[in-house]
């Protein structure tokens, strides 16, 4: 289990204070996969620096499996840092090393023999589905199998604990979708709680349990997935489930539409919506399943004098609807396209 609580980080500098941290309080249980999403600046990259001791927090405190970490001494710091692996967005492989002296490299350093850390990094590279090639160096691997050889690696030391920071950001999306399954794989073989940095709301909706949005160092929204996309009109939910590029220049009230079995179904809202004849007309729609749940978001046309008497049947079946405003910005908390680094 990770818990933080009101973790304060402060930057100095001769331009005044920056705020990178501010008050984050949250706890993700054992075995769940959690992912930190957010703007650039948001905090996430000081939060993982924070999380892996790289440097300490001005305020609060950082409990992983019932150790508290501020304040450690040396010591025992480096002996809690082999508790918690980390998956890099560059890997960051020994180029002059095989695959398999890359997994050993942090057993050898931590006092195991050769013979028990090449044991150890054969049994890894097994795991992640890259035994036979132990003997490769990084230069003649794929970028995804370079990724799996880093979470071999970040699993030397058995952690209980798995850190991974932008963890696909390099890989097409094929490749993103076997790494991320592989991780759900590592998580329910061996137990481990998992943080996933990312800007790729495709990450989250793929696999994580939980997720938390950072804005400005502060926590905006943060819960399960399921519970985050039953918020229909919240940030995390537009962006989890986002419309496609909408048709331009149409003259009637626009509405967002969102379902889920909590709500009105897909089949529901599409039998509503058909009902309405040509008064509502679908311009824009998504449906993702996400954690075994079918979701829609939809985005329609009505003849403006019938808006009120939609909106009203609609509500009445269990749709959540959404008065568009043409002339807000895009609903979308970030730019992922710009979203290569966090600096704070």
């Not at 609580?5 to 706890?27: F, P, Q, W």
Request: aromatic letters at 2%; one cysteine or more.
């Amino acid at each position: 289990m990770i818990t933080l609580t009101n973790l304060r980080k402060v930057y100095h500098s001769s331009d005044g204070e920056v705020t990178a941290l501010d008050g984050i309080t949250l706890t993700v249980p054992d075995g769940v996969i959690h992912g930190i999403v957010g703007p650039s600046g948001a905090g996430k990259s000081t939060l993982i620096r924070c999380l892996t001791a790289l440097e300490p927090p001005d305020e609060g405190s950082i409990v992983i499996d019932d150790q508290e970490l501020v304040g450690l001494r040396p010591d025992d710091l480096r002996r809690q840092r082999r508790r918690i692996g980390m998956v890099f967005q560059d890997v960051n492989l020994l180029d002059a090393r095989t695959a398999l002296a890359n997994v050993a490299y942090p057993l050898r350093v931590a006092g195991k023999s050769r013979r028990e850390a090449d044991e150890r990094a054969r049994q890894l590279l097994d795991l992640v589905g890259l035994g036979d090639r132990a003997k490769a160096y990084p230069a003649h691997l794929s970028g995804g199998q370079r990724q799996r050889v880093g979470i071999a690696r970040a699993l030397a030391g058995e952690p209980s604990v798995l850190l991974c920071d932008e963890p696909s950001s390099a890989l097409d999306w094929e490749t993103t979708r076997h790494i991320l399954e592989l991780i759900r794989q590592v998580r329910d073989r061996l137990g481990l709680t998992v943080l996933i940095i990312t800007h790729e709301m495709s990450v989250v909706r793929q696999v994580c349990d939980s997720v938390t949005l950072l804005s400005h160092g502060r926590i905006v929204q943060s819960g399960r997935v399921a519970d985050v996309i039953a918020d229909h009109g919240s940030r995390l939910a537009r962006s989890l489930i986002p419309l496609p590029e909408t048709p331009i220049g149409v003259e009637r009230a626009q509405l967002e539409l969102s379902s889920s079995t909590r709500g009105a179904s897909i089949d529901t809202v599409m039998r509503l919506l058909l009902a309405e004849g040509d008064d509502v007309h679908v311009q824009a729609g998504t449906i993702e399943t996400i954690d075994g749940e079918r979701i829609g978001r939809f985005q329609v046309s009505v003849i403006a004098d019938r808006r009120d008497a939609v909106i009203a049947r609609l509500r009445q079946g269990g749709v959540y609807v959404e008065v568009v405003d043409e002339t807000e910005e895009s609903d979308v908390p970030w730019d992922a396209a710009d979203e290569q680094e966090d600096v704070r």
